[in-house]
């Protein structure tokens, strides 16, 4: 190994007149026409140094470190094998011309060796170039992959909204229709017929009901898509939360015509006050309350408890109903969810109630939150709102 010791020393006494020379054959190259000046001689210094190393010495792990480098940072720039092999092996023929005069027949070895490095970066640079490609066609095979999972996701997701669309639009229709016709019918008969006079009253308050339902279903049906758009703000004062909850119970056993369940009322003491909008709360407890009684049967018990813990009340609406499966549990505040969604359905409804209930919570820092035994054994919904204190 001697000799090549001093041919390592011999090329590295030239290393600046290789440089030169070997930046000047590789930006003629026209891929690297626009490489600037320093950073070839930068990557070729590098170079240099791998080619000694395996020639001088038999270590390949610097060019080794080098061809890693420079195809990965090549083929990233568009820059064909070939004309990287071509760039790489300018170093020999460089090294060739130099050799023949100071070495002569003695230098056959070097030459040789140099030869054989030639075919070792040629051939190096083209597994790299290979194993790089096959690893950018993976890639773009995942991304792929991974566009085309997104899409179904978004596909199977814009079906399931115009499905529950479909089924408000269905639902809303059946809903308008139902207190429609009692107006429209009853005041027919008020219009057309002879009614005794102790009828009157009762067809009036009928007519009156339905109206008021139908106005409530339009009210609500604007306020979620107010509040959705930023149009409608809260209009914040301080409401006492026990009236809050007695005034909407009463509204619910009215407007529901609820005569059949046992009202329970466990109201915490002192009363707290929270600051938000009266009217929107109102809704907020009608639909909890609704939504109790819809699913509740006739005679059972459904309780209404409230207490304070540190800077929040907590509202719990409590029905011995049919209760919600651990799937529904996950969705029954999506706007159009229904419990079944066919069109004829036991249960009336728009799928709009629930979530509108639990929005409002959210706009006032609160939130609804729910736990069931889907068995029958009832639900409990849990409003927090926080307390007033700014009195």
């Known amino acids: 190994m001697a000799k090549f010791k001093e041919l390592a020393t011999f090329l590295e006494e030239n290393r600046g007149v290789i440089l030169a020379e070997w930046v000047e054959i590789v ?25 000694i190393s395996l020639m001088c010495h038999d270590d390949s792990k610097k060019l080794d470190k080098f061809l890693d480098f420079i195809a990965e ?40 060796k140099a030869i054989q490095i030639m075919g070792y970066t040629s051939e190096n640079l083209s597994v790299r170039y290979q194993a790089l490609a096959l690893l950018e066609h993976q890639t773009n095979m995942c991304q792929i992959e991974e566009t085309v999972r997104q899409l179904m996701i978004e596909k199977e997701r814009a079906e399931k909204a115009v499905t529950l669309k479909n089924n408000f639009l269905s639902n809303i229709t059946h809903e308008l229709r139902t207190p429609l016709t009692v107006i429209l019918g009853f005041s027919k008969l008020l219009w057309k017929e ?13 007519i009156h009901s339905s109206g008021s339902s139908l106005l409530r279903l339009v009210d609500e049906t604007i306020m979620m898509a107010k509040l959705e758009s930023g149009e409608d703000k809260i209009r914040s004062s301080h409401v006492y939360l026990n009236d809050l909850i007695t005034a909407s119970i009463s509204t619910a056993k009215k407007d529901l015509k609820d005569n059949t369940h046992e009202w329970v009322t466990e109201l915490c003491k002192p009363e707290p006050m929270i600051a938000g909008d009266f009217d929107k709360l109102l809704s907020m407890f009608f639909n909890i309350l609704a ?46 969810h229904q419990k079944d969604g066919a069109s004829a359905r036991k249960y009336s409804g728009t799928g709009l109630g629930l979530a509108l209930a639990r929005m409002v919570a959210t706009y006032h820092g609160g939130d609804i939150t729910l736990s069931s035994n889907p068995s029958g054994k009832g639900t409990v919904f849990t409003i927090r709102l926080p307390v007033a204190r700014d009195i």
């Open 194 to 206: 002879s009614i005794p006079a102790e009828k009157i009253k009762e067809l009036g308050e009928i």
């Open 73 to 112: 940072k090549r083929m990233a720039l568009g820059f064909p094998l070939h004309t990287v092999q071509r760039a790489s092996s300018a170093f020999v023929p460089i090294v060739i011309a130099l050799i023949l005069p100071k070495f002569g027949k003695n230098g056959s070895d070097f030459i040789s």
């Open 291 to 336: 939504n109790a009684v819809k699913f509740s049967p006739e005679n059972s018990k459904i309780v209404v408890r409230s207490s304070v813990k540190k800077f929040d009340a907590l509202i719990d609406v409590i029905d011995e109903g049919i209760g919600i499966s651990s799937e529904d549990q996950y969705t029954v505040f999506e706007k159009f």
């Open 27 to 51: 930006i003629k190259i026209e891929e690297y026409s626009a490489t600037p000046k320093s950073e070839l001689s930068s990557n070729l210094n590098v170079a240099f140094d791998g080619y």
